[in-house]
């Protein structure tokens, strides 16, 4: 049996069904990208018990008490790196909250692999603005169409409905950013608690000694697809996730819009 397989058998004991649970402490900046594992990939994802309606305003950890880690991945720089996290969630079943920027083709190229990921709920979507500006260096016309715009990517390339998370690049927000966002359909605006520094070009033992920081229980963790490291040290993250006994989640599973 293969190491992969095991992962895969490890990932389905500490993970069983559970789509939803809780994670860690944490603190904040502007960074992530992990491989935790979740349900085998032949599991139908099933909403989790306990959903509540997305909050108006910020959230930055999960609620309440658990196992649930959130790992959330920016921009899209990199299509390589885009395709890897696709291909994690298909073969393990990760559950991932994707924020991408439409101006990177990462996501137009990876959108085959993607879609029925998105279909199935085992991946969900946020908005990150189409252009990764600055938005509080914009005014407000121009903050709408930029928010808007990759709304409408969104739509178009994953057919995904609507989504009420909106997270502001760089974190750069204040109380205009976030109506503006609140009026496109947006009102939930999704900080983050823990990072894997990613962002900027690190290399492994610097992102794993992030990793072993951050992962933890109802911690939402930012991470980037942009930088190759990360897919250096996805058995290692696993490894880590499947240690502390960590369950995935995507912040649709945790807050839900009411159908």
Request: proline share 6%; aromatic share 6%; with cysteine.
């Amino acid at each position: 049996m293969d190491r992969r397989r095991l992962l895969l058998l490890a990932a389905g004991g500490v993970l069983g069904a559970a789509v939803g649970r809780g994670t860690a402490e944490l603190v904040a900046d502007r960074e992530g990208g992990a491989w935790p594992v979740a349900l085998p990939a032949a599991a139908t994802p099933q909403q989790p018990p306990g959903t509540s309606p997305p909050p108006s305003g910020v959230v930055d950890r999960l609620p309440g008490t658990g196992s649930r880690l959130a790992l959330t991945i920016d921009d899209g720089v990199s299509s390589a790196v885009v395709a890897a996290f696709a291909e994690l969630a298909a073969d393990t079943g990760l559950r991932l909250t994707f924020f991408p920027n439409g101006c990177y083709r990462s996501w137009s190229d990876n959108a085959r692999a993607l879609r029925p990921l998105v279909d199935s709920g085992q991946v969900a979507l946020g908005n990150h603005t189409w252009s990764h500006a600055d938005l509080r260096t914009l005014d407000d016309a121009a903050v709408a169409e930029d928010i808007g715009r990759n709304r409408r990517f969104l739509a178009d390339t994953f057919g995904a409905g609507e989504t009420p998370f909106f997270r502001p690049p760089y974190g750069s927000r204040d109380e205009r950013v976030d109506r503006i966002a609140a009026d496109c359909g947006h009102p939930t605006v999704a900080m983050w608690e823990g990072t894997l520094g990613d962002h900027r070009v690190l290399g492994a033992e610097e992102l794993m000694a992030a990793a072993r920081r951050w992962f933890a229980a109802q911690c939402i963790v930012i991470g980037h697809a942009n930088h190759d490291t990360v897919t250096t040290v996805l058995d290692q993250l696993v490894e880590l996730i499947e240690e502390r006994a960590l369950e995935t989640v995507t912040l649709a599973d945790v807050w839900a819009a009411p159908r």
